[in-house]
């Protein structure tokens, strides 16, 4: 997998398609920080929204960098079809940590916040940035590699899931009969709704509810892409 | 006795609604090589593709067992990133091979391949023939059980295509090796049976290629020979080449070496 990784790494690097993300991703963080003493909780819930959007362009990018015959040269050196797709993660999940840790830490070198950080706050940061970096690779992933992934409406698709996932708040209570559908959605707000308050003194219940079931749509959500992805390349 | 290299057993693939392979059956044994005839368009490609593992049927079933797979595309990719050398070595490296056991036998295989002048080009701009190089080392350096190759000759010039056969002779005592060819040469020179494949579907049974022994015998007298009833010979004076099926060229060079005839070759007709 070292190996497969590698591969991509260089690969995708000159490709130059990091260029663009990289780029937005960059801008978005050094304006969100342009002005100092900003509230710290709610920083993070905009970079955390920043990266949930920038992971799923890349992980487009990430999939979309070989051409069909490459592709099946590497099912078969590596064996298996999963190993490609997980090799494809680690990719995406090694960026995400680069951008994760720019986006904790540059707010932190440069002294934005109007008070002093504590590790709650790093642990809630970190926490809201890997899921919702998380969840874009799932859009990514299911935009550009399942039976979604129809070439001409693909993008289009996937913004309009980001759209709807980030404004589930609203939907869900001025159109009540949709609530049940926007459960398919990624539950962003979930993750951004304890992102407000910078004096938080320890976590609740409400939080371990919301982070289980946030959990859980990881997982499953996981598991119903590879099967996407499994099907698609029979 | 030679074990069973893998089994397709009604083996239909369709793509987009369109029925691709239809009720696909044969084994193929061990360290034999097999070749794939058949028009364009007629699921050569999609066959190899379902033993490669990168298709599976939509039914039937193929049993490879933990048959390790090398696999030969007809077109090599175009828009790799990375330079000769690079490539394969990253690519051996995916089945955890160490790098410096990788080069030592990347080496030989760009001595043979005469790849040196190319070793860091860039793949997008090697020609075609060094491409199809590269993607026959990388097959190879899998140290596959089973090596599929879809029309290997495409892109060859004639010397590296004689390069070709002598390698997959020899491969042939390592593993299987199925391949899909509209060229009789490569399936004269290396099939030991031949599928044709027409609209999906095998449309005669295998046809087991006879292997033939060129003899060559130096003999005192014409008649010796003359005696014998043989087919397919011909004479360079006093010296005799003997073209028989394999199956009876040692009972042929027992009765020659019983007449007092002197055996100067023996081998294997391409």
């Keep these: 997998m070292q190996g497969f990784i590698r591969y991509q790494f260089i690969s995708y690097i000159r490709s130059l398609k990091i260029i663009p993300p990289a780029t937005v991703f960059c801008v978005w963080l050094f304006l969100l920080y342009a002005y100092s003493n900003v509230p710290i909780l709610s920083s993070y819930a905009v970079s955390s929204m920043a990266i949930y959007l920038v992971m799923t362009w890349l992980t487009m990018n990430v999939f979309s960098i070989e051409e069909e015959i490459e592709k099946n040269m590497l099912f078969v050196q590596l064996t298996s079809k999963t190993r490609y797709l997980f090799g494809k993660w680690g990719i995406c999940l090694l960026f995400a940590v680069l951008f994760m840790a720019l986006a904790i830490l540059y707010p932190i070198v440069m002294g934005s916040f109007k008070g002093p950080i504590r590790p709650i706050h790093i642990g809630l940061s970190i926490y809201s940035h890997l899921i919702l970096a998380w969840f874009g690779i799932l859009i990514g992933t299911i935009f550009s590699v399942t039976s979604f992934a129809t070439k001409k409406y693909s993008w289009l698709s996937a913004l309009l899931v980001l759209t709807i996932s980030l404004s589930y708040e609203g939907l869900s209570e001025k159109i009540t009969v949709l609530k049940w559908l926007l459960l398919l959605f990624p539950p962003v707000t979930h993750v951004l709704i304890f992102l407000k308050d910078d004096e938080i003194t320890q976590i609740d219940g409400d939080f371990l509810q919301l982070a289980i079931w946030v959990f859980l749509y990881s997982v499953i959500g996981t598991i119903v892409v590879v099967r996407m992805f499994l099907r698609k390349e029979r | ?270």
């Design chain 2, 1 to 270: 006795m030679k074990k069973s290299a893998f089994e397709v057993c009604n083996v239909t693939k369709e793509i987009g609604g369109k029925k691709i392979l239809n009720n696909i059956n044969f084994t193929c044994e061990d360290y034999t090589s097999v070749a794939i005839r058949g028009s364009n368009g007629s699921g050569k490609s999609t066959l190899l593709k379902i033993l490669a593992g990168i298709y599976e049927p939509s039914s039937g079933e193929v049993k490879r067992g933990n048959r390790k797979v090398g696999y030969v595309t007809e077109h090599f990719p175009e828009n790799l990133r990375f330079k000769v050398k690079e490539y394969l070595t990253l690519t051996s490296s995916f089945q955890g091979t160490s790098k410096q056991h990788i080069e030592e036998e990347l080496l030989d295989y760009i001595e043979m391949f005469n790849l040196h002048p190319y070793v860091d080009t860039p793949l997008k701009k090697c020609s075609k023939g060094t491409k199809q190089k590269v993607g026959l080392i990388q097959a190879i350096m899998r140290k596959p059980d089973l090596l599929l190759l879809d029309e290997p000759l495409t892109g060859l010039d004639s010397s590296t295509q004689n390069e070709l056969f002598d390698l997959l002779e020899n491969l042939k005592k390592q593993a299987t090796i199925i391949f899909t060819t509209h060229e009789e040469k490569l399936i004269e020179n290396l099939a030991d049976s031949v599928f044709y494949i027409e609209s999906g579907e095998f449309v005669c049974s295998p046809k087991k290629r006879v292997v033939q022994k060129l003899i060559k015998v130096k003999f005192s007298d014409p008649a010796i020979i003359e005696k014998l009833n043989l087919n397919d010979i011909t004479y360079e004076g006093n010296t005799a080449f003997i073209s028989v099926d394999a199956s009876g060229s040692d009972e042929l060079l027992l009765v020659l070496l019983n007449k007092q005839c002197s055996i100067m070759e023996v081998r294997e007709k391409r």
